[in-house]
């Protein structure tokens, strides 16, 4: 794998002060990066259903649902 050389530095000062592996820093990253991108497809698939729930089939929807809640805060 190679990554751009500030990136390499970030990692390399990173492993220094913990002092530990850059390999150990660069794991604990990717590890951290793919828990996270689960957590959004989880977070964006709730909403996929939460929205078929509701009849929400596109921006419009979403533009028009906005409007009537705004509207009825008035």
């Given at each position: 794998m190679s990554v751009?050389?500030?990136l390499y530095k970030a990692v390399e000062q990173i492993a220094e002060q913990r002092k530990v592996p850059?390999?150990?820093v660069l794991k604990d990253s990717l590890e951290q990066y793919i828990v996270s991108e689960r957590n959004w497809q989880d977070i964006y698939q709730a909403g996929e259903r939460s929205a078929q729930k509701l009849g929400i089939k596109g921006e419009?929807?979403?533009?028009?649902?906005?409007e009537e809640y705004r509207n009825e805060q008035r």
């Amino acid at each position: 794998m190679s990554v751009p050389l500030g990136l390499y530095k970030a990692v390399e000062q990173i492993a220094e002060q913990r002092k530990v592996p850059k390999s150990e820093v660069l794991k604990d990253s990717l590890e951290q990066y793919i828990v996270s991108e689960r957590n959004w497809q989880d977070i964006y698939q709730a909403g996929e259903r939460s929205a078929q729930k509701l009849g929400i089939k596109g921006e419009k929807d979403v533009e028009r649902l906005v409007e009537e809640y705004r509207n009825e805060q008035r």
